[in-house]
């Protein structure tokens, strides 16, 4: 899967290896929905809530301390986007 | 070399161990060094088991509802591996043949642990459903109702109904005979359950605890279902080829935890390799 918003690319990338291509696009679809944006339309501003959805989401997986990690990564995406 | 491939190795070498402990049992008449062997082998798979799933809860930092479904995981199979050393004493040690008495002490420890396995794996998919993660079709969840409820009336009128109208067995011994393969079928809802969410996973890393967790728990009831029925007919002896469902069950869900506790790894390192 490729996004042309470099924003759903970083976080598509950092979920993919870990739950699975598919489950990666599902959660990044479902999570910008909760934030009212489609993954081609997910701003900074959105960052924050997109995280919180997906840290409760794979918390089940990788245990709460573990979520917030990502959680925290995926809120600072766009640090890393415009950084790099 | 991974501590999970080499899990996974010393699995499938106890595996083959079981498969040639069947084969020389089978063809030997002196059956009982290999029925001991095999006492041996399962309480050895269940400690696996057991061992697995404690580095699983031991790796999960913070207390939330997924490191008490893996604590309660552990505990049950820690009570199975009791029971499996209280089963291979029975045979080893005091010559007891506890295939020909049911039940023995074993027994009531494995009753126990059925109450945090069901709990803990209840509360794994429980989780899952609250995650907002892919549920899949109603239409799966309708055909594994119809399958349970086929599989729960063939297993009331072929073993159940028997069982109980049987004047030799005690009135242990019959609710101890229902009681295996009743738990069995909540535990196999779950972990057919499981392993339908687990297909949409595909190869990301948190499928494999997950399928480990589910297959290993479809190996346990095949083999229980299996004992209930061999067992009561006098068909059952040590060193059975249920013992292999046994033992893959167990060593599956060992490896469950190893492969959770790569997965946390995994993260820590920075990286989902």
């Given at each position: 899967?490729?996004?042309?918003?470099?924003?759903?690319?970083?976080?598509?990338?950092?979920?993919?290896?870990?739950?699975?291509?598919?489950?990666?696009?599902?959660?990044?679809?479902?999570?910008?929905?909760?934030?009212?944006?489609?993954?081609?339309?997910?701003?900074?501003?959105?960052?924050?809530?997109?995280?919180?959805?997906?840290?409760?989401?794979?918390?089940?997986?990788?245990?709460?301390?573990?979520?917030?990690?990502?959680?925290?990564?995926?809120?600072?995406?766009?640090?890393?986007?415009?950084?790099? | 070399?991974?501590?999970?491939?080499?899990?996974?190795?010393?699995?499938?070498?106890?595996?083959?161990?079981?498969?040639?402990?069947?084969?020389?049992?089978?063809?030997?008449?002196?059956?009982?060094?290999?029925?001991?062997?095999?006492?041996?082998?399962?309480?050895?798979?269940?400690?696996?088991?057991?061992?697995?799933?404690?580095?699983?809860?031991?790796?999960?930092?913070?207390?939330?509802?997924?490191?008490?479904?893996?604590?309660?995981?552990?505990?049950?199979?820690?009570?199975?591996?009791?029971?499996e050393m209280v089963y291979a004493s029975l045979a080893i040690a005091?010559?007891?043949?506890?295939?020909?008495?049911?039940?023995?002490?074993?027994?009531?420890?494995?009753?126990?642990?059925?109450?945090?396995?069901?709990?803990?794996?209840?509360?794994?998919?429980?989780?899952?459903?609250?995650?907002?993660?892919?549920?899949?079709?109603?239409?799966?969840?309708?055909?594994?109702?119809?399958?349970?409820?086929?599989?729960?009336?063939?297993?009331?009128?072929?073993?159940?109904?028997?069982?109980?109208?049987?004047?030799?067995?005690?009135?242990?011994?019959?609710?101890?005979?229902?009681?295996?393969?009743?738990?069995?079928?909540?535990?196999?809802?779950?972990?057919?359950?499981?392993?339908?969410?687990?297909?949409?996973?595909?190869?990301?890393?948190?499928?494999?605890?997950?399928?480990?967790?589910?297959?290993?728990?479809?190996?346990?009831?095949?083999?229980?279902?299996?004992?209930?029925y061999l067992n009561w007919t006098g068909q059952y002896a040590a060193?059975?080829?249920?013992?292999?469902?046994?033992?893959?069950?167990?060593?599956?869900?060992?490896?469950?935890?190893?492969?959770?506790?790569?997965?946390?790894?995994?993260?820590?390192?920075?990286?989902?390799?």
């Amino acid at each position: 899967m490729s996004y042309t918003n470099p924003l759903a690319q970083k976080i598509y990338n950092l979920l993919a290896p870990l739950i699975g291509p598919l489950m990666a696009e599902s959660a990044i679809r479902l999570q910008s929905k909760k934030a009212g944006v489609t993954p081609e339309t997910i701003a900074p501003d959105h960052l924050p809530v997109i995280a919180q959805e997906i840290e409760k989401a794979i918390r089940i997986f990788v245990g709460l301390d573990k979520a917030r990690d990502i959680s925290a990564v995926i809120a600072n995406t766009h640090n890393a986007v415009s950084v790099g | 070399m991974k501590k999970s491939t080499l899990a996974a190795i010393i699995a499938g070498n106890f595996i083959i161990l079981n498969a040639i402990i069947y084969v020389f049992s089978a063809v030997r008449e002196t059956a009982n060094f290999y029925g001991i062997m095999s006492n041996i082998l399962e309480a050895l798979c269940a400690m696996t088991a057991a061992l697995g799933l404690f580095v699983a809860f031991r790796i999960l930092k913070k207390w939330d509802m997924i490191k008490t479904s893996w604590m309660l995981l552990f505990v049950g199979f820690g009570l199975y591996a009791v029971a499996e050393m209280v089963y291979a004493s029975l045979a080893i040690a005091f010559h007891v043949n506890p295939s020909e008495i049911f039940p023995t002490a074993a027994d009531y420890v494995w009753t126990l642990g059925y109450i945090p396995l069901c709990a803990g794996i209840a509360m794994l998919y429980y989780s899952y459903k609250k995650s907002g993660f892919a549920q899949g079709s109603k239409k799966f969840y309708l055909c594994l109702s119809a399958f349970l409820l086929a599989f729960a009336a063939v297993l009331v009128y072929f073993l159940f109904m028997p069982i109980l109208k049987d004047p030799k067995t005690s009135l242990e011994a019959k609710v101890l005979y229902i009681f295996y393969p009743t738990a069995d079928i909540f535990l196999i809802a779950n972990a057919l359950s499981l392993v339908y969410i687990t297909r949409f996973f595909g190869v990301g890393l948190v499928s494999r605890p997950w399928k480990c967790i589910a297959f290993g728990f479809m190996f346990i009831t095949a083999a229980d279902v299996a004992y209930s029925y061999l067992n009561w007919t006098g068909q059952y002896a040590a060193g059975s080829v249920i013992d292999m469902g046994w033992n893959t069950g167990y060593l599956l869900i060992g490896l469950a935890g190893f492969y959770q506790k790569e997965l946390i790894d995994s993260i820590n390192s920075g990286g989902s390799k």
